[in-house]
């Protein structure tokens, strides 16, 4: 019986990953997706560079035009490379800052602009002085920074309108020699190779928006051609393809939605208790990791590297540890919490992951030379990281318990129940964080020549340590109780967000700088961090009872 | 009462406020850090003698609270004991890391030879005094300027700064006439104060330049040469780009004003056909090899022209400065042998100028030239004096008249003015001497000289490296930078072993328990690469290493072993 509701879970699952049916439909473009062009140090399918191009300039993958026609990325990049529509006047390119907008005379109101619109408008007087400061290494003020934002993107629009140079042309024996666009394709091939590539492109532009259906064909000829061309440079159709499917499937996206679901599925299960649908929502959790740990082997895979080497690949790497560990713990002890605690976690960071490009940017990247060609990275980073990821989820836990402790402050058992459970995922994080700085300190060992430097990300790993490790011996006399370790797993976060985010986004100091990055995002964190001891403190005035007058403080619950 | 002690030390009580107190600490010193810098936190905080002495007493606390709970009666206990003795090994082997290691730098070049000076993180300062006795001290100069040794060998360290430069001062010596003035120049608009030495020798203090403006120290010999130089200048040059002279074996057959002939095509004595094609006021020729002009004044005139004679064609540059050979190119023809170019300019006065002039009764005059016109007058000690350079004023501030120069150096708070870190240090006799970075100097004591070098902290390695090849690997199709790698060859001339080794990141290579890594390079200049070189003892690496083995086992016993216990 409880395999059976596990599979109907895992089924409803892969129900949500195999829809929509659409998604499989194969699309008259798709010869051209697998197009491959070297770009920012690597070979990659077309239809990745009109992701990461159209999501740059447009902010997201779809474009409404004015007709209220919807187009895809790929489409909309075609015709922009194809010069194909007005694109000086189409309202493409994303302007979402307001106190700019306003300076320079533009609609505070609306979001898109047309290049027309913005060259003419006061904005290119402010990016180009701002051009000049950052030449002259001076600090941009934030509508300087937002004006280069935007004036990046028009230059990425100018450059990919009707351009002829797109590198599409395989260097013909070096397999990393520099590509080249269709016009210089004779520096490397005869112009008799090269002539019949030029016509079918040009026809290709043609015929582009008129008759789509033949547009497939010629593509697929187009690649054969540039194949043939130089196929021991040019990348493998299957290794193409896989990417090509790996963008369009969305696997982390898919994933999230069936760790709500399983939530959702959970908490019903809590309220109709005669419903216990406990092994259904397993298992819709099970097919959510699942298609994450796929999605995290795909891009392994295509990027050819270990998994965490960035903010964008540490977030998602946090979801997936937080969803492993809560499973894995749940298989133990069934407590339902795990996965209560664990499920909106993991979904939140990644719709994180998904909706903040700019900050976290999920492209893949050649890798700075301090991260090649290692095999402590791969063992140290995920390390660090799972254990980031424990503690968010005694994190959640701890939200749980003081929950309990503000609305429910008579559920003894309960709280006492779960500050167990919520006490050996602390030992996980403690045993995987200690491993994790061992394991950096063996690394710098070998890359800079010393075990421990206090280098700030290294001192800021140690100061999350020790805070976990100041609550838990607390604990051992009596200082903490179960309330005082609810309160301690809410509040030691913090200690893990600034080690894991603020010492690259804050501090901006030290050698770990291949993280560093800057997205005015400190106001967001830094006011959640706040609401969330608000919430601390709220349940602790309750469970004190300090503003209470006749109601006793709850005694000490049983030492776990 | 020993032993409550005891227990006290071994408690948790005091390992809970300990452990706050050190993530206190710790926070602030990461922001601090981000403030002032890593090398001051690391001198201040992480390996200061306080910072020491917490580690030690959170080491004493894990001792004692492992080793009174013996005996270690089951798995926790057990796990319990080897991690928290694991932490005290690794407290023990990264102090050792931070303390006993060697690191330093090594700069190469692939033009240049073998090396074995490591500079290490820090400064040096050697002083011997008048009887030969050395005393050496290592100096941390912290952002702010104060230096951590207040006396090194009898002399006192009073002053730092990060920008000195080293100039001359004129003494009165007494003996030949050589007349030195001091001028101070002052303006408020621009915040500015400098001063500078006019001498009649030796000859780089006779004309000095400030900025665009030329100071002069002038010599009359007579009333006559003294009116002329502080009357007005007279009218102007009527060949302001000067003319060229063009001689046959009969004599001057040209005189061509080049200003008014530019680019016009000239015929003399019907046979020569001449076209002066360019001119540039202030030639120099720029990165591309093309010429270009400086400025528009007549600094370093030259012209390009076309020449035509029966012989044949040819094309040149006549300089108008100093004894250049013009450059010739022959267009047709045979080379052009019977005439004679030249090219005749007077150069363009400075625009500003300030002349301090003096006769032979030793009276002391000025003469300035600016924007706003000319002033002269006599020059008097104490009074300023406005040349018309905005709000400048120029006092004469001192007068020798048998000057002999000496060299000093001087701090200066102009940041424009790139100089060097000095030391300023006093003698028992408080004569007060500024050392500058990287040179030894010799301090006058009534008992002899004392000799004084401040300057980086050296190591010499005991063997020797030589950068034979450096290698930049880039991105496919990009520009950026994928990997770089340092082919170096070691060379122990005591062993006799001559190896090759390549360093790129992560790859270190070692030689005789030195690390040698890639530390950093310059983008513009790929001839040059900068290797870390590092020893530790193989004790201390070894210590960390258990420790940190006895850690990880130890957690994983304490949390895990129990429960395996009980389910067995």
């Known amino acids: 019986m409880k395999l059976l ?45 009109a992701r990461e191009q159209v999501t740059q300039i447009h902010g997201s993958t779809h474009y409404r035009q004015d007709n209220g026609e919807v187009e895809d990325y790929f489409p909309t990049y075609l015709s922009l490379w194809f010069n194909q529509r007005d694109w000086n006047q189409e309202p493409f390119i994303l302007f979402s800052y307001r106190p700019l907008k306003e300076q320079v005379g533009l609609d505070p109101e609306r979001k898109y602009f047309s290049f027309q619109e913005l060259i003419s408008s006061d904005l290119p007087r402010i990016f180009n002085s701002a051009k000049q400061k950052e030449s002259q290494g001076l600090d941009l003020t934030r509508d300087e920074r937002e004006a280069l934002t935007v004036a990046d993107r028009m230059t990425l629009m100018v450059n990919i309108v009707g351009n002829d140079n ?91 939605k069936l760790y709500i679901l399983a939530f959702l599925a959970m908490v019903f299960g809590l309220w109709f208790q005669q419903l216990d649908f406990y ?101 140290h980073v995920p390390t660090i990281t799972l254990s980031y990821a424990s503690f968010a989820l005694a994190m959640g836990l701890g939200h749980i318990i003081l929950g309990y402790y503000l609305f429910a402050p008579r559920a003894r058992d309960k709280i006492t129940s779960l500050s167990r459970l919520n006490y050996r995922v602390l030992q996980v994080g403690v045993l995987l964080l200690t491993t994790g700085v061992i394991l950096g300190g063996i690394w710098a060992h070998f890359a800079w020549g010393r075990f421990w430097g206090w280098d700030p990300k290294e001192t800021w790993a140690l100061i999350a340590l020790l805070s976990y490790l100041v609550p838990l011996h607390g604990r051992l006399v009596g200082w903490l109780s179960n309330f005082g370790m609810g309160v301690a797993s809410v509040v030691c976060f913090n200690s893990v967000i600034m080690a894991w985010y603020g010492v690259n986004f804050v501090l901006g100091q030290g050698l770990h700088s291949y993280g560093f990055g800057t997205g005015g995002s400190e106001l967001i964190i830094a006011s959640l961090v706040g609401v969330d001891l608000l919430f601390v403190l709220a349940a602790t005035v309750r469970h004190k009872g300090w503003f209470a007058k006749s109601e006793s403080a709850v005694s000490q619950s049983p030492q776990v | 009462m020993y032993e ?155 002053g730092y700064t990060n920008n000195a430069i080293e100039t001359i001062k004129f003494v009165e010596a007494g003996t030949a006439n050589n007349l030195a003035v001091r001028l101070s120049f002052h303006s408020n608009n621009m915040g500015q104060n400098l001063e500078t030495w006019l001498a009649q020798a030796p000859e780089e203090y006779h004309k000095v330049g400030i900025g665009p403006t030329e100071l002069e120290l002038v010599t009359v010999a007579n009333e006559t040469e003294l009116k002329e130089a502080i009357s007005p200048p007279s009218e102007e040059n009527p060949y302001p780009w000067g003319q060229l002279k063009i001689t046959s074996s009969e004599g001057e057959i040209g005189d061509i004003p080049v200003k008014e002939n530019l680019a016009q095509n000239l015929t003399l004595e019907d046979n020569i056909q001449i076209k002066i094609i360019n001119f540039w006021p202030d030639f120099q020729i720029d990165e591309n090899r093309q010429p270009i002009t400086l400025s528009p004044l007549v600094r370093n005139p030259v012209i390009q022209l076309e020449i035509e004679a029966p012989e ?102 102009n940041p424009q003015i790139q100089g060097i870190p000095a030391l300023l240090v006093k003698t028992e006799e408080k004569t007060k001497t500024w050392l500058p970075w990287g040179e030894a100097k010799t301090i006058p004591t009534p008992e002899g000289e004392a000799f004084a070098a401040f300057g980086p902290k050296l190591i010499q390695l005991p063997f020797q490296i030589a950068l034979e090849d450096f290698i930049i690997d880039r991105n496919e199709g990009d520009d950026s930078i994928a990997m770089w790698t340092s082919k170096i060859r070691i060379e122990d001339p005591e062993q006799g072993i001559v190896t090759q080794r390549n360093v790129w990141m992560n790859h270190p290579t070692w030689y005789k328990g030195w690390k040698i890594a890639q530390a950093s390079w310059d983008p513009n200049d790929l001839q040059q690469s900068t290797l870390q070189v590092k020893r530790e003892p193989v004790w201390v690496t070894s210590l960390t290493w258990s420790g940190s083995a006895f850690i990880v086992l130890g957690i994983i016993i304490m949390f895990y072993a129990p429960s395996l216990n009980n389910s067995q």
């Open chain 2, 312 to 413: 044949g064609r040819e094309r040149m540059f006549l300089f108008g400065r100093g004894d250049f050979a013009p450059i010739r190119y022959l267009v047709s023809g045979e080379a052009i042998s019977s005439l004679q170019l030249n090219y005749e300019v007077q150069l363009q006065p400075t625009e500003d100028y300030f002349r301090v002039i003096t006769t032979p009764t030793g009276e002391l005059y000025y003469a300035a030239h600016s924007s706003k016109g000319f002033k002269s007058g006599s020059l008097e000690i104490g009074t300023p004096t406005t040349p018309g350079w905005a709000d400048f004023q120029i006092t004469l501030e001192e007068v020798i008249p048998h000057g002999r120069p000496q060299p000093q150096v001087v701090p200066v708070n």
């Open chain 1, 166 to 256: 797109l590198p599409l042309i395989p260097h013909p024996s070096d397999i990393k020699g520099k590509w080249v666009g269709f016009e210089a394709g004779e520096t490397y091939y005869q112009p008799a190779q090269m002539v019949p590539i030029r016509e079918t492109y040009q026809s290709m532009k043609v015929i582009y928006g008129e008759e789509t259906e033949n547009l497939g064909a010629m593509g697929s000829n187009l690649g054969t051609a540039l194949r043939e061309l130089s196929p021991e440079v040019y990348p493998a159709p299957e290794l193409l393809q896989r990417e090509v499917n790996f963008s369009a499937l969305h696997f982390f996206g898919k994933a999230w």
């Open chain 2, 4 to 158: 409550r002690i005891f227990r006290f030390l071994g408690s948790i009580k005091l390992a809970v406020p300990l452990l706050t107190v050190i993530i206190g600490i710790l926070i602030w010193g990461t922001f601090y850090e981000a403030k002032v810098g890593s090398a001051t936190v690391q001198y201040e905080v992480y390996k200061s003698p306080w910072f020491d002495a917490l580690m030690f007493l959170l080491a004493l606390n894990l001792a004692v609270a492992a080793l009174s709970r013996y005996p270690w009666r089951g798995p926790r206990k057990i796990g319990f004991a080897i991690a928290h003795l694991g932490i005290i090994v690794i407290i023990a082997g990264s102090a050792a890391v931070i303390h006993l290691g060697v690191e330093g730098v090594i700069p190469l070049r692939t033009d240049s030879g073998l090396n074995n000076e490591i500079r290490v993180e820090g400064d040096f300062l050697e002083v011997m005094d008048p009887q030969g006795k050395i005393s050496q001290a290592d100096l941390f100069i912290k952002p702010n300027g104060s230096v951590n040794v207040n006396q090194v060998g009898g002399i006192s360290l009073i």
């Open chain 1, 5 to 49: 509701k596990f599979l109907i879970g895992l089924c409803l699952g892969l129900l949500i990953l195999i829809l929509p049916l659409s998604q499989w439909q194969v699309s008259d473009l798709e010869p051209l997706q697998t197009l491959a062009v070297q770009l920012d140090g690597r070979k990659k399918p077309l239809d990745t560079v």
């Open chain 1, 279 to 379: 092994w259904g929502a397993i298992g819709i959790f099970v097919a959510g990791l699942g298609i994450q740990s796929y999605g995290f082997i795909a891009r392994m895979t295509i990027a050819g590297r270990p998994p965490v080497t960035n903010m964008y690949e540490s977030v998602v790497w946090v979801a997936f540890g937080v969803a492993a560990v809560a499973l894995l713990f749940e298989l133990i002890y069934r407590a339902k919490y795990y996965l209560l605690a664990a499920a909106p976690l993991a979904a939140a960071s990644l719709v994180l992951a998904d909706s903040l490009p700019a900050i976290l940017d999920p492209s893949i990247k050649p890798l700075v030379p301090v991260l090649r060609d290692n095999f402590w990275l791969s063992i």
